[in-house]
């Protein structure tokens, strides 16, 4: 069975930084591409951030670029993503998701609980 | 960039209702479209993916069609379960949400 368990959410300062996990399992990891998508309260979805199944090619939408990293370590089946320069609009649930393929570019087929951050002084 | 936009927002409709949600794209995405069902509190699920083709696990009174601009997705009889906000999305050039139709109890 597919499982991705999202941690490391929570509150932050304005400027502050996060790092939010996704461990992933019942899959070869390293098959898969993977995102990150949040919603804020009340709000629609909005893509974050993708990554290939290798890890050599990230993809950010223009919101979070350049404040944004998004990494994954196939050893241990985790997903991440480091939020640096936090920002109170960047205040949402953050999904990881699982793409339909090792390259990024299909629907996301499977989907993590959410994280939920708070950017908030 | 591509945008997407659903309508209704909101539907209301009852147990046993045809339901029909439309989602147009500001660009053609061929059929790089996928639909979306989210409960409050709930991560998104899967319904159907390349506009017309239904996820494994997922009833088949879910349909899904389109190409180019212009998809639907359409629910034959309306089930208590079915009550939640969907979401298309183009994966054509990036990924693009629809900003959502709640379908609620009449």
């Known amino acids: 069975e597919v499982q991705l368990l999202e941690s490391g959410g929570g509150l932050v300062q304005p400027g502050g930084s996060l790092r939010l996990s996704c461990a992933a399992s019942?899959?070869?990891?390293?098959?898969?591409?993977m995102t990150w998508v949040r919603q804020a309260p009340g709000k629609g979805l909005e893509w974050v951030s993708a990554i290939s199944g290798a890890g050599g090619s990230t993809y950010y939408a223009d919101s979070v670029k350049g404040r944004f990293t998004i990494s994954r370590d196939n050893s241990k089946n985790t997903l991440y993503l480091q939020m640096n320069s936090l920002r109170a609009e960047d205040t949402a649930a953050y999904y990881c998701a699982r793409d339909g393929a090792a390259a990024p570019g299909l629907h996301f087929d499977y989907w993590g609980q959410g994280t939920l951050v708070t950017v908030s002084s | 960039d591509i945008q997407m936009t659903q309508s209704p927002s909101t539907l209301s409709a009852s147990v046993g209702d045809r339901v029909t949600i439309t989602c147009r794209a500001s660009?053609?995405?061929?059929?790089?479209l996928a639909w979306y069902q989210q409960k409050p509190g709930k991560a998104p699920k899967l319904l159907i993916y390349k506009a017309s083709t239904l996820e494994s696990g997922v009833p088949s009174r879910f349909s899904g069609s389109g190409s180019g601009t212009e998809f639907t997705l359409t629910i034959s009889s309306l089930q208590p379960d079915d009550f939640a906000t969907y979401y298309c999305?183009?994966?054509?050039?990036?990924?693009?949400f629809g900003q959502g139709t709640k379908v609620e109890i009449k």
């Open positions: 019942g899959f070869t990891f390293s098959d898969y591409a």
């Open positions: 999305q183009q994966y054509n050039t990036y990924w693009t």
């Open positions: 660009q053609s995405i061929s059929n790089w």
